[in-house]
């Protein structure tokens, strides 16, 4: 089994910056796909990025341009840069893997609050 451990979250003002951390228990980074995801007070969890094990990188509308996901696999971690924050990115943030090799996995860390003010 893998735990997934996000930090980096916290309080920020409009247009500034945080960068999210996932570290994993061991290291399974190189394979599978790693995410970010995001739940508001009210809402449903949503995608927010994702990166393949052959980095490829995807990113929920919103985000684009502003968000910068990368993962360093000797690290067994994956980040979640945040830049030019809006009130509208406050939510916790989750980090997933997800993969089958060498077997079918799905992993969620515990989650970091986000919080940006006006």
């Known amino acids: 089994q893998v735990q997934l451990v996000e930090s980096g979250g916290g309080l920020v003002q409009a247009g500034g910056s945080l960068r999210l951390s996932c570290a994993a228990s061991?290291?399974?980074?190189?394979?599978?796909?790693m995410g970010w995801y995001r739940q508001a007070p009210g809402k449903k969890r949503e995608l927010v990025a994702t990166?393949?094990?052959?980095?490829?990188?995807l990113y929920e509308d919103s985000v684009k341009g502003r968000f910068t996901i990368s993962r360093d696999n000797a690290k067994s971690t994956v980040y979640l840069q945040m830049n030019s924050l809006k009130p509208e990115d406050t939510a916790v943030y989750y980090c997933?893997?997800?993969?089958?090799?060498?077997?079918?996995?799905?992993?969620w860390g515990q989650g970091t609050q986000v919080t940006v003010s006006s």
């Open positions: 990166i393949t094990s052959g980095g490829f990188t």
């Open positions: 997933n893997a997800k993969g089958g090799w060498p077997a079918p996995y799905n992993y």
């Open positions: 061991r290291n399974i980074f190189s394979v599978g796909t």
